[in-house]
């Protein structure tokens, strides 16, 4: 039987080796993007045959299971994770499964797989030189915000966050920007805080947080992490009263990472206003994840 523990700021360092080793190129296979959603997913981490299992809550599709990440046994963490689908009385599913995942899966579940692509969890890849310079026709409209906000903020600059008192400042501009939107939703909320929470956790979970500062004070901030090429960008926050502050952070964090040939700005929800604006970014490829639904594996 396998023991589930909830993902704690406690605990999550420990699970780094896990998603090091793992590059198939999704954020759901980051430590950032786990640890800032775990409390939105109810998220829980067992440690079965030198592999990585989570089980979480997927809105719709209720409790589901990510593949195991490892070095491990594979083929026996997926037998023990169907006996504790079967304990628990659930369906068998496999949620967020990248494509490179797949093979292990067919090869262990062979025609009892049922793949579907849900289109909700597309991760949005970007060219990253794209974003550094917002060159050619199909950035003009982003290289006109950037250049008014830097027009209308001639102090304008960037600032890696290191210290306790950047820390304070940027925790002091998430509170202002959560009193510009005070019709959140719960998700919105929550998704708020595990900003906060990553952004105190940031040097143990690997994470950089890049502020723009301007009129003397924080007017936008973003948080992810490198892994090999790719770059993940799993916060972004921007004043919605400061003209062109958003594109101008999503350009300034870039820059900060000069190796990154891949930006991952991640998944948009279904959320149809977030989706336009990823979409207008002219994304490079809409990286497919696929719900794994395992037949004959209920009580």
Same mark, same amino acid.
């Given at each position: ?24 190129? $999704? ?24 592999? *990585? ?48 995942? *797949?093979?292990? *899966? ?8 049922? $793949? ?10 970007? @060219? ?37 008192? @950047? ?29 906060? @929470? ?102």
């Amino acid at each position: 039987m396998i023991e589930y523990e909830r993902i704690t700021g406690e605990n999550i360092s420990a699970l780094k080796p896990f998603f090091e080793a793992y590059a198939c190129g $999704i954020c759901d296979n980051t430590i950032g993007a786990v640890y800032q959603w775990r409390d939105i997913y109810v998220s829980y981490f067992a440690i079965v045959h030198g592999m *990585l299992c989570i089980r979480a809550g997927y809105g719709a599709y209720g409790e589901c299971y990510t593949v195991p990440l490892g070095g491990g046994d594979v083929h026996a963490a997926f037998d023990a994770v169907e006996a504790d689908a079967k304990r628990r009385g659930i369906p068998l599913r496999y949620c967020v499964v990248p494509s490179c995942a *797949l093979p292990a *899966l067919k090869k262990h579940y062979g025609d009892r797989m049922r $793949i579907e692509s849900i289109r909700d969890w597309a991760d949005y890849l970007y @060219d990253a030189e794209s974003f550094r310079t917002f060159s050619g026709k199909a950035y003009h409209g982003q290289k006109n915000h950037v250049n008014r906000f830097y027009r209308e903020n001639p102090d304008a600059g960037t600032l890696l966050v290191s210290t306790a008192e @950047d820390e304070r400042d940027c925790l002091a501009f998430l509170d202002r920007f959560r009193a510009k939107h005070p019709e959140f939703s719960p998700l919105e909320e929550n998704e708020w805080n595990g900003a906060k @929470d990553l952004l105190l956790h940031r040097d143990a979970l690997g994470q950089t947080a890049i502020a723009l500062k301007a009129g003397g004070g924080i007017v936008a901030l973003a948080i992810g992490e490198q892994k090999d090429d790719m770059l993940f960008e799993h916060v972004e926050k921007a004043m919605p009263d400061v003209p062109g502050a958003y594109p101008a952070m999503a350009q300034a964090f870039v820059k900060s990472f000069p190796a990154a040939l891949t930006l991952n700005r991640e998944d948009d929800g279904g959320d149809e206003g977030l989706r336009y604006s990823k979409l207008s970014y002219k994304p490079k490829e809409l990286r497919e994840k696929y719900l794994v639904t395992i037949q004959d594996a209920m009580v």
